[in-house]
Structure formats: structure tokens, C-alpha cells
T-cell receptor
């Protein structure tokens, strides 16, 4: 059983539309991190959320950590073709602990 | 800003050979992690070091070993390579006592033929 699950696995939308990616777990995490990964490259850290209910914004990207620190979401407003990529959520049980990944969501934004 | 450095970026080995992957963490980061990512899969945790001591161990084969040196760089040693070891190997680093957010290197693509 996957400790962390992302949904959907794949999302295809038109430029200008909004999208939301979910990252869910039955376990509590001390932090959740969102990454974006291009093929053959290392994951690039987008944001870390640590406080239940926390909301962080990065330009058109909004990240939320659930009140119980078991789930998180990534919302992209007015998506652009440059947002196309693989988005990964990853949780850590404590600072300095290994990351458990959620399976990834592949986003395709068509012009 | 300085990032995690990994070398080599690409490595081709034959079955039963050995390989050594190197990782140089972000300056002042005290924790290093190794992950293995197969095609279409998530990165899977192998092993981590905090202040030069092994701090956690994941699904790392007995054929693999790793260590962190006094300058905080880390090496992953892989012996008796198998075809199934072909993957991307990532090193990540963090400042352990903080939020633990991990910064990944560009990876080493290992191909075993």
C-alpha cells in the first residue's frame, strides 16, 4: 500500500485553464514537499509546507497543507504550456528523514 | 546559489563490474540522501547520512555501500552490477535540523549492459 498517493496521475488541459493536483495519505507528515521533475533530471523543489492549514503561493501556483497534515494540494491558475511537466509530492515524517513520494502527476498544458 | 553536484552524470558498466557515484552537497548541509529512480517510477530511498554517520537505510542491496566523508561529500559504491541496477541515481542534501527540505542533484544515469 502506497503511503502517499497523488491524483490524478495524468492531466491534460488547455492553456488558460486551472488545475488541481492532490496528494493524500492516512499518515501524518511533519512536512510535505512539492517538486517538479523534467525527464532525466533531478527533482526541483518548488515549496515545503510544514504547518497544518498552511497556504503558500508561488506566482500562479498555490500549495495547501491539510489541517491534519495528512494531505496537500497544488493548484495552478491560468496554466501555461511552460507548466507542462511531472509534479511530485513527497512527505517526511520528521526533519532529516527520508522522503516518501506520491507517484507523480504528469501535467500537459496544450497551447 | 550553489546546488548539489553529482559525478559522473552518465556511466556505462558491464554486468559484474563495480561503480562509484559521488555527491557533493550544498555547502553547510549536513545530511545526504541517496535515491534510485527506475523508468516511470518514483525515486526510492536507499540510504542517508547525518554528520558522517549513517542515519537511515532503505531498500539498498547488500552489494551497495555508501559513506559520507569529513568534507561531507558522499560516495555510493556499487559492486557486482546487475542489469536491474540500471537507473537514475540521485543525491539530495538538507540541513538536518531544519524543515528537512531536500535539494536534489542532477543525477547519475547508470546503464549496465
Amino acid at each position: 500500500t502506497q503511503l502517499l498517493e497523488q491524483s490524478p496521475q495524468f492531466l491534460s488541459i488547455q492553456e488558460g485553464e486551472n488545475l488541481t493536483v492532490y496528494c493524500n495519505s492516512s499518515s501524518v507528515f511533519s512536512s510535505l514537499q512539492w517538486y517538479r521533475q523534467e525527464p532525466g533530471e533531478g527533482p526541483v523543489l518548488l515549496v515545503t509546507v510544514v504547518t497544518g492549514g498552511e497556504v503558500k503561493k508561488l506566482k500562479r501556483l498555490t500549495f495547501q497543507f491539510g489541517d491534519a497534515r495528512k494531505d496537500s494540494s497544488l493548484h495552478i491558475t491560468a496554466a501555461q504550456p511552460g507548466d507542462t511537466g511531472l509534479y511530485l509530492c513527497a512527505g517526511a515524517k520528521a526533519a532529516g528523514n527520508k522522503l516518501t513520494f506520491g507517484g507523480g502527476t504528469r501535467v500537459l498544458v496544450k497551447p | 546559489a550553489a546546488g548539489v553536484i553529482q559525478s559522473p552524470r552518465h556511466l556505462i558498466k558491464e554486468k559484474r563490474e563495480t561503480a562509484t557515484l559521488k555527491c557533493y552537497p550544498i555547502p553547510r548541509h549536513d545530511t545526504v540522501y541517496w535515491y534510485q529512480q527506475g523508468p516511470g517510477q518514483d525515486p526510492q530511498f536507499l540510504i542517508s547520512f547525518y554528520e558522517k554517520m549513517q542515519s537511515d537505510k532503505g531498500s539498498i542491496p547488500d552489494r551497495f555501500s555508501a559513506q559520507q566523508f569529513s568534507d561531507y561529500h558522499s560516495e555510493l559504491n556499487m559492486s557486482s552490477l546487475e542489469l536491474g541496477d540500471s537507473a537514475l541515481y540521485f543525491c539530495a542534501s538538507s540541513l538536518g535540523e531544519m524543515t528537512g527540505e531536500q535539494y536534489f542533484g542532477p543525477g547519475t544515469r547508470l546503464t549496465v549492459t
